[in-house]
């Protein structure tokens, strides 16, 4: 009876006060599924995105027995199963718990950990944090230390990023971040509430550069030592809204406890709030949880905590560009993008097997919708992105899905008024025939399949980028600066600073069915929404400046490709 019962609303006060939640999230897991116009929507919890080959099998196989055979990668590096069945509930669980995908039943929503996919892969970086995540993990589903006990009550939105220092995910605004530094530590820090109305957050000109005067500043050690040095060497990470307090230095060895430990600090400063909040920066002002106050709730647990004062925010470090990413030792790493962050029963099946075959047994999936495959040689590594772009993944930095995202939409969604995926799949395959007709005006256009838009379009825009072929001299170019590429998330809460696109290139693009826009990412981009069946409006939306009614333009689904060309700049 109780799920029948209407939900209680938000609550939203006057002034600057924070609203109150009336009920939990309603983000799905792998045990609590979600209904959608396709059939239940199940979203598996993959920590730091990190699954072994065998994990990826399983995952397949039951998403094509269960679900209707595709698979998303969302925002968090979480995995989709979209057209589960009435009823398929119990056995999704068992096969999940069989592969050692649903460890605790009591944490299946709060186990939302992103990790820099690269970590340990590329010689960048001061820490492999893919320790890290394990023993985050194992601590957020052990109840048994009695510090630990409240965090099954986390929010299915609450998020963890551990950056190996290179400045990636540490961008992606989560609740609490751990950042890897050059002496053998970590920053712990905590997101902090929203501004107020009238308080201004720090801009983007002014968060450009860390100069000496107001690079991060230590205090002594509470024995009276000195800090190692080395924070010079951490990544400048731009992050969205003010901080509540400054950093916290902590050991390697305390920094996954240290972590937890924010998040029960957070949960303590929501009940005293009495706002039910899901993230940190929801808390209100005066119950934001402090960088004094975590470091006593560390103290008493035994983990010695430093105050470190936060300077301005610098760059932050782009997401891995597709192909292959030389590393030490001779061995190469495999960076592949989804188009729409959506994979094929057979797309899936290849990558499992390329997995296997590179040796490391491991798929890495990452926040911007894509997957590290790691441990070629340069030869496999260059081999295996072949493999996968004949298959119509990307893999080659100069592909016209980077940088393009778009919702669920028809027939998945019931409030989308466009099969906007379908729609988002034509644009591409316009955009890559302009491209392609420029290079090669002989050729015969690639026509779209009807039945299958978003595969053929993936072989047109592949056909458009040097065959979707990474050129011979890739393995060599470093495979880590540029070629963002992402759609925001699906479902999976939007996080701030999602890149889509690479830093001065043309603006990202996110194509919504409706106007909640879900999964639209932050910062300036290009809004296309369905107005009809097959129209949209497009405009620029995202900055102070913008005037998205005044300068939107109507076209019809067939002159999206023109119009979002135009409001990108790359006409």
């Given at each position: 009876?109780?799920?029948?019962?209407?939900?209680p609303?938000?609550?939203?006060?006057?002034?600057?006060?924070?609203?109150?939640?009336?009920?939990?999230?309603?983000?799905?897991?792998?045990?609590?599924?979600?209904?959608?116009?396709?059939?239940?929507?199940?979203?598996?919890?993959?920590?730091?995105?990190l699954?072994?080959?065998?994990?990826?099998?399983?995952?397949?196989r039951?998403?094509?027995?269960?679900?209707?055979?595709?698979?998303?990668?969302?925002?968090?590096?979480?995995?989709?199963?979209?057209?589960?069945?009435?009823?398929?509930?119990?056995?999704?669980?068992?096969?999940?718990?069989?592969?050692?995908?649903l460890?605790?039943?009591?944490?299946?929503?709060?186990?939302?950990?992103?990790?820099?996919?690269?970590?340990?892969?590329?010689?960048?970086?001061?820490?492999?944090?893919?320790?890290?995540?394990?023993?985050?993990?194992?601590?957020?589903?052990?109840?048994?230390?009695?510090?630990?006990?409240?965090?099954?009550?986390?929010?299915?939105?609450?998020?963890?990023?551990?950056?190996?220092?290179?400045?990636?995910?540490?961008a992606?605004?989560?609740?609490?971040?751990?950042?890897?530094?050059?002496?053998?530590?970590?920053?712990?820090?905590?997101?902090?509430?929203?501004?107020?109305p009238?308080?201004?957050?720090?801009?983007?000109?002014?968060?450009?550069?860390?100069?000496?005067?107001?690079?991060p500043?230590?205090?002594?050690?509470?024995?009276?030592?000195?800090?190692?040095?080395?924070?010079?060497?951490?990544?400048?990470?731009?992050?969205?809204?003010?901080?509540?307090?400054?950093?916290?230095w902590?050991?390697?060895?305390?920094a996954?406890?240290?972590?937890?430990?924010a998040?029960?600090?957070?949960?303590?400063?929501?009940?005293?709030?009495?706002?039910?909040?899901?993230?940190?920066?929801?808390?209100?002002?005066?119950?934001?949880?402090?960088?004094?106050?975590?470091?006593?709730?560390?103290?008493?647990?035994?983990?010695?905590?430093?105050?470190?004062?936060?300077?301005?925010?610098?760059?932050?470090?782009?997401?891995?560009?597709?192909?292959?990413?030389?590393?030490?030792?001779?061995?190469?790493?495999?960076?592949?993008?989804?188009?729409?962050?959506?994979?094929?029963?057979?797309?899936?099946?290849?990558?499992?097997?390329?997995?296997?075959?590179?040796?490391?047994?491991e798929?890495?999936?990452?926040?911007?919708?894509?997957?590290?495959?790691?441990?070629?040689?340069?030869?496999?590594?260059?081999?295996?992105?072949?493999?996968?772009?004949?298959?119509?993944?990307?893999?080659?930095?100069?592909?016209?899905?980077?940088?393009?995202?778009?919702?669920?939409?028809?027939?998945?969604?019931?409030?989308?008024?466009?099969?906007?995926?379908t729609?988002?799949?034509?644009?591409?395959?316009?955009?890559?025939?302009?491209?392609?007709?420029?290079?090669?005006?002989?050729?015969?256009?690639?026509?779209?399949?009807?039945?299958?838009?978003?595969?053929?379009?993936?072989?047109?825009?592949?056909?458009?980028?040097?065959?979707?072929?990474?050129?011979?001299?890739?393995?060599?170019?470093?495979?880590?600066?540029?070629?963002?590429?992402?759609?925001?998330?699906?479902?999976?809460?939007?996080?701030g600073?999602?890149?889509?696109?690479a830093?001065?290139?043309?603006?990202?693009?996110y194509?919504?069915?409706?106007?909640?826009?879900?999964?639209?990412p932050?910062?300036?981009?290009?809004?296309?929404?369905?107005?009809?069946?097959?129209?949209?409006?497009?405009?620029?939306?995202?900055?102070e400046?913008?005037?998205?009614?005044?300068?939107?333009?109507?076209?019809?689904?067939?002159?999206?490709?023109?119009?979002?060309?135009?409001?990108?700049?790359?006409?």
């Amino acid at each position: 009876m109780l799920a029948a019962m209407p939900l209680p609303p938000t609550t939203t006060p006057p002034g600057d006060e924070t609203p109150v939640r009336g009920r939990d999230d309603a983000c799905p897991g792998a045990l609590r599924l979600h209904p959608a116009d396709d059939g239940s929507l199940a979203r598996i919890r993959v920590p730091g995105g990190l699954l072994t080959a065998c994990q990826a099998r399983a995952v397949g196989r039951l998403a094509e027995e269960l679900g209707d055979g595709r698979l998303d990668i969302t925002s968090r590096g979480n995995l989709q199963v979209r057209g589960l069945g009435a009823g398929c509930g119990a056995e999704l669980a068992a096969r999940l718990r069989a592969a050692g995908l649903l460890p605790s039943d009591r944490h299946d929503r709060v186990r939302n950990i992103v990790a820099s996919p690269l970590s340990g892969l590329d010689g960048r970086g001061h820490a492999d944090v893919t320790a890290w995540v394990r023993e985050l993990d194992t601590v957020l589903c052990d109840d048994t230390p009695t510090e630990h006990e409240e965090l099954s009550g986390l929010s299915g939105r609450f998020l963890f990023a551990l950056d190996d220092g290179r400045g990636d995910v540490a961008a992606l605004g989560a609740d609490v971040t751990l950042i890897a530094t050059p002496d053998g530590g970590a920053l712990l820090r905590v997101e902090g509430p929203l501004p107020c109305p009238g308080v201004s957050s720090p801009s983007p000109s002014s968060a450009a550069t860390t100069h000496p005067e107001t690079a991060p500043r230590r205090t002594p050690r509470t024995d009276g030592s000195a800090l190692p040095d080395g924070d010079a060497g951490v990544a400048g990470v731009a992050t969205d809204g003010p901080v509540a307090g400054g950093d916290l230095w902590v050991r390697s060895g305390d920094a996954p406890r240290a972590a937890a430990l924010a998040a029960v600090e957070f949960l303590a400063k929501a009940r005293e709030s009495g706002t039910r909040a899901w993230r940190v920066r929801e808390l209100p002002a005066r119950h934001a949880v402090t960088a004094d106050d975590l470091a006593a709730r560390l103290a008493d647990a035994g983990i010695e905590a430093v105050p470190v004062e936060r300077g301005p925010a610098g760059a932050s470090a782009a997401p891995p560009a597709p192909g292959p990413v030389p590393g030490p030792h001779g061995r190469h790493a495999l960076s592949v993008v989804l188009p729409l962050g959506r994979v094929s029963a057979a797309q899936w099946r290849l990558l499992t097997a390329l997995a296997s075959r590179g040796g490391a047994d491991e798929l890495r999936m990452t926040p911007w919708r894509g997957v590290v495959l790691p441990g070629f040689s340069p030869a496999d590594a260059r081999g295996a992105a072949l493999e996968l772009s004949d298959a119509g993944l990307v893999t080659a930095p100069d592909s016209p899905w980077l940088g393009v995202g778009a919702c669920t939409g028809r027939p998945g969604c019931a409030k989308s008024l466009a099969d906007v995926r379908t729609d988002t799949a034509r644009m591409v395959s316009g955009t890559a025939r302009t491209v392609a007709d420029a290079a090669h005006p002989v050729d015969a256009a690639h026509p779209v399949d009807a039945a299958h838009p978003v595969d053929a379009a993936q072989r047109v825009a592949g056909a458009s980028s040097g065959g979707g072929r990474p050129r011979g001299d890739l393995a060599g170019d470093g495979g880590t600066d540029g070629g963002r590429c992402g759609d925001g998330r699906t479902g999976d809460g939007r996080t701030g600073g999602d890149p889509l696109s690479a830093g001065p290139g043309p603006l990202p693009v996110y194509v919504s069915g409706c106007e909640r826009r879900c999964g639209h990412p932050g910062g300036r981009y290009v809004d296309a929404l369905a107005t009809g069946d097959t129209a949209y409006r497009v405009t620029v939306r995202g900055a102070e400046d913008d005037t998205p009614e005044a300068d939107s333009v109507d076209v019809t689904a067939e002159q999206l490709a023109g119009a979002v060309a135009a409001a990108r700049g790359t006409t």
